[in-house]
């Protein structure tokens, strides 16, 4: 800011400055819907080829100075508009801002013919950018939910984490995790990572540090696997039915410090989690809330472990103590928890069966048997890990 413009604000009052403070962002929310458009056709262009770059969005990124996330969400405003016209006037009213057109585009690229402005636009009205976007992938998840769990499903597999020593000792970490790898990680460090007292002066970062550091030393105290009944972390899911049943139209489930969920995730966590259940009616009234009866807890458990003395899915070592029980017929579709139903799976194997659509049967012999996913078209059925 210059000395004169400087001088000019000293001399306004406070509520000129709200008010000049909103005509700006509406004003630069206008001008981003119009770089959108610019950014599009540029994107359709070769300019940025023969100018020796990789992709528009990465010459934009260097010639527009901007992240390539952000030119990317131009790209994608510009060219979803002509399907979302109303949008495209609500944020030169003002009634909008871009942020909501950006999650509005996101959504209409997603799912393609499905994709309906009207209710989503009232919805954007209505709430925050933030919030909003929350809303989208409920949208999505209920418009096409087997995309929305493809998404969730590569979230998964993109997961990554990058663990360099520096020159002095100091050891960075770096890392990517899906909504729910991610919820896991928060859960188990945040409620170490509070302040313990007036005379904790620890940034949040360094308690958040520390927590990761707590965990990691009580694993090692534990001889790396966990005891034997040792409670598992907390997550709390709330879901519909219909979200429970995979049924079409169902929105996303929502679990604590996540995104919204896909209803196969669902199933997985209620296939013997320690979880609180909160279901919903149609008309979201709480029709139930509380532990999971159909967990395999206290002398079930135990003799589950005893008999498959670890996790089931052929040549996985992993011991009874990493596992989960998995029903071979879910019990949201009618199965049971008597021993044959039942079997031991590690977190790996037992996403790969719910999410990555794997199945694991018993044979004749009482051997378990694995099946990939059946594929139509494309590259072969990836394996287990």
Request: negative net charge; aromatic residues 6%; proline residues 5%.
């Amino acid at each position: 800011m210059d000395a004169a413009v400087d001088l000019e604000m000293n001399h306004v009052t406070d509520a000129e400055v709200r008010d000049e403070l909103i005509r700006e962002c509406r004003e630069r929310d206008g001008r981003d819907l119009r770089i959108s458009r610019l950014a599009t056709r540029f994107a359709a262009s070769d300019v940025w080829d023969e100018e020796g770059f990789v992709s528009a969005i990465d010459w934009i990124r260097f010639n527009c100075h901007m992240t390539s996330n952000a030119a990317a969400d131009l790209i994608a405003v510009g060219k979803n508009l002509e399907r979302m016209p109303e949008t495209d006037r609500a944020v030169s009213r003002g009634e909008i801002g871009f942020a909501h057109a950006k999650a509005m585009a996101r959504t209409a690229a997603a799912i393609g013919t499905s994709f309906d402005e009207a209710p989503l636009l009232e919805k954007a009205r209505e709430n925050s950018p933030g919030k909003f976007y929350y809303i989208c992938n409920h949208y999505r998840h209920a418009a096409d939910r087997k995309g929305f769990e493809a998404e969730q499903t590569e979230l998964v597999e993109n997961r990554r984490l990058w663990v360099r020593s520096c020159e002095n000792g100091d050891v960075q970490v770096y890392g990517i995790f899906d909504p729910e790898g991610g919820a896991v990680l928060r859960t188990a460090w945040e409620p170490l990572a509070r302040s313990s007292g007036a005379g904790d002066y620890r940034s949040p970062e360094k308690r958040l540090a520390d927590a990761a550091v707590e965990v990691a030393m009580h694993a090692l105290d534990s001889g790396l696997i966990p005891q034997k009944g040792s409670q598992r972390t907390h997550l709390q899911v709330t879901t519909s039915l219909e979200t429970l049943r995979g049924l079409p139209g169902a929105s996303a489930a929502e679990m604590e410090l996540s995104l919204p969920i896909s209803s196969k995730t669902v199933e997985r966590l209620a296939c013997d989690a320690v979880i609180t259940r909160i279901v919903l009616g149609s008309d979201s009234m709480v029709i139930d809330v509380g532990r999971a009866k159909r967990t395999i807890s206290g002398p079930a458990r135990k003799a589950l472990n005893v008999r498959d003395r670890g996790c089931t899915w052929p040549g996985c070592e992993r011991p009874a103590s990493w596992t989960s029980g998995h029903h071979l017929k879910h019990w949201i579709h009618g199965g049971t928890n008597e021993p044959p139903n039942l079997t031991l799976l590690c977190y790996r194997h037992h996403w790969l069966v719910h999410e990555g659509n794997w199945q694991i049967v018993r044979g004749d012999d009482g051997c378990m048997l694995t099946i990939p996913p059946t594929v139509t078209f494309g590259p072969p059925a990836r394996g287990p890990d």
